[in-house]
């Protein structure tokens, strides 16, 4: 079992940056995915980034080039660096581990993109 916190939210300014982290607790972090999904009001939440075990990275369209995933299994971490935001990417972003069938969700934190 891993428990997931994230951390690293805020208000930024279109155009900015954030840099999102999940930490967790537990064992065997380096053997779970962990993706990123974001939930806007009044929309379903969706997978934004995710990063395998072995660290493949895959991406929602929207954030190509701009959202970039990473993990740091030392620190049982990990990060979504965040580019060049929208006021489009304003939600709430949540980490999500799942190995062998089983999900494991943090709390989330709140991203705001706004002038």
């Known amino acids: 079992q891993v428990q997931l916190v994230e951390s690293g939210g805020g208000l930024v300014h279109p155009g900015g940056s954030l840099r999102l982290s999940c930490a967790a607790s537990?064992?065997?972090?380096?053997?779970?995915?962990i993706s990123w999904y974001r939930q806007a009001p009044g929309k379903e939440r969706e997978l934004v980034a995710r990063i395998g075990s072995l660290g493949s990275t895959n991406y929602e369209d929207s954030v190509k080039g701009r959202f970039a995933i990473s993990r740091d299994n030392a620190k049982k971490t990990v990060y979504l660096q965040m580019n060049s935001l929208k006021p489009e990417d304003t939600a709430g972003y949540y980490c999500k581990g799942s190995r062998r069938g089983e999900d494991y969700w943090g709390q989330g934190t709140q991203v705001t993109v706004s002038s």
């Open positions: 537990g064992s065997l972090f380096s053997l779970y995915d």
